[in-house]
């Protein structure tokens, strides 16, 4: 006996080596102990095709339906996207899903259940797929896959929602459908890669992935796990900058892309599509910039909520100035998300560019850590979102944490070097500082 798992990627493995009899052999062995396993229905269906059968189609459209019935409906998708490709009618797979999953559906509520896939740890029978197995495997394996929920014939009571695509109208569900491009990954490839620019964002219909980020000096840090039902991507896509984090595949994942393109088709459903998605971005932003910044991590996590609770969150436009040079400092700030500039201006009224700020990055430290005026001018040069703390919290914080004193002073420190060298000037020297 072998775990499930095992199983299963050993299975991918032989799939990703063109291996397809051996590979189907394997998932017939995980539908044989776990018919409701509707993943390895697919991935066997799928070793079939490459193995040039026809009654693969059968198999899809089965699985497709069980996977509508048990809560699955972005698998069941994936089957329709895959028949469609090879020239098969799926309309009654995605009528039906709309019928479903749409916003006008009963079905919807919060009660529902999703028939999970068996366990991992599942002990089940393999045969040893280097010996030749009955001259009819294919045949029979694919009978099984097809039948194996034929009981499973109603629609349950209810239903979860997907995400984003269940609170669009009817109209705009099924334009969204229509373009919903299928990209089938193996375990180890990336669906996004940080830093590239980023024109789409994407469903998990099946499948894990991980989902991290890089810092300067090639560290990385895990920020999330992603399975089905999961958006990501939707970051760079509203930012319009370039990917936040890298997102990989830890299994064969089925991912489902939605393209700037097929946006602009929701015309007046842009807006409400907009809005959800910014949801899924604000938290994502709020939990990346605990992970990473060096300002949250002396504290365990529940500091940290309660440090953010105490930020003030602020949406600022394009050429808002944040912080006016020679103005008291007021507090510090986070940049959440978008862009700001900093500068300064000269005794003979130039104004000289220090630097940019970008998600993460922390300002307005200077003049409270010398107690003196702000040094420079910042403005946002996009639509931003910065975190405030004002002066008198970073003050008992920073006394009653060193680690976000030192932090602070050896930020300005390294901002105070950058700036002389860029304007060529001598400044206060370090002992002469009035620290918080
Ligand atoms: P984008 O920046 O376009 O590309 C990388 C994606 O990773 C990003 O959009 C988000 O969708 C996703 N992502 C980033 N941080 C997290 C997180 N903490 N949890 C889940 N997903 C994330």
């Given amino acids: 006996m072998v775990s499930l798992g095992d199983v299963r990627r050993s299975a991918a493995t032989l799939f990703s080596q063109a291996q397809h009899l051996p590979a189907l052999r394997l998932y017939d062995a995980i539908v044989a102990a776990a018919p409701l396993d509707y993943d390895a229905r697919i991935r066997l269906a799928d070793c079939a095709l490459a193995l040039g059968n026809v009654g693969a189609a059968n198999v899809y459209r089965a699985t497709a339906w069980y996977c ?19 020239g098969a009618d799926a309309s009654d797979l995605t009528s039906s899903l709309v019928v479903h999953y749409g916003s006008e559906s009963e079905l919807l509520g919060k009660g529902a259940t999703r028939v999970a896939l068996p366990p991992d740890s599942l002990a089940i029978n393999v045969p040893d797929v280097r010996q030749p197995g009955p001259p009819d495997i294919v045949a029979q394996a694919l009978h099984r896959a097809e039948h194996a929920t034929d009981a499973f014939k109603e629609f349950p009571a209810a239903l979860h929602p997907i995400p984003l695509l269940s609170t669009m109208s009817e109209a705009a569900f099924k334009r969204v459908l229509a373009t919903l491009l299928l990209k089938r990954l193996p375990a180890g490839a990336a669906a996004i890669k940080e830093g590239e620019p980023g024109n789409s964002f994407f469903f998990v219909a ?20 992603l399975g089905e039902g999961a958006v990501f991507g939707e970051m760079a896509l509203l930012s319009a900058q370039p990917r936040s984090a890298t997102v990989e595949c830890l299994t064969d994942c089925d991912l489902l892309e939605v393209g700037r393109t097929s946006l602009a088709t929701l015309a007046d459903e842009i807006g409400a599509v907009a809005e959800a998605l910014h949801g899924f971005t604000r938290e994502r932003l709020l939990g990346n910039l605990m992970a ?15 440090l953010l609770r105490r930020f003030t969150s602020h949406d600022v436009a394009p050429g808002t100035v944040v912080i006016h040079e020679g103005e008291e400092g007021r507090g510090l700030f986070v940049v959440l998300a978008g862009e700001l500039d900093v500068s300064r201006r000269t005794s003979d009224g130039q104004t000289v560019p220090l630097g940019g700020l970008r998600t993460g990055d922390v300002f307005g430290e200077m003049a409270l850590l010398r107690n003196a005026r702000t040094t420079a001018t910042v403005v946002a040069t996009r639509a931003s979102t910065v975190l405030f703390l004002a002066r008198d919290v970073v003050a008992r914080l920073a006394a009653s944490m060193p680690e976000i004193k030192s932090y602070l002073e050896a930020l300005a420190e390294e901002r105070e070097i950058d700036n002389q060298l860029v304007l060529g000037e001598d400044e206060t020297p370090a002992d002469e500082r009035i620290l918080i």
Avoid: I, W, Y
């Fill in 68 to 86: 509508l019935k048990s809560g699955h409906p972005l698998a069941a998708l994936v089957c329709a996207r895959v028949l469609e490709a090879h």
């Fill in 206 to 225: 099946g499948g894990a992935l991980r989902v991290f980020a890089t810092d300067g000096l090639g560290r990385t840090t895990d920020l999330a796990q």
């Fill in 292 to 306: 990473t910044s060096p300002l949250f991590k002396p504290f365990n996590r529940m500091q940290q909520r309660d």
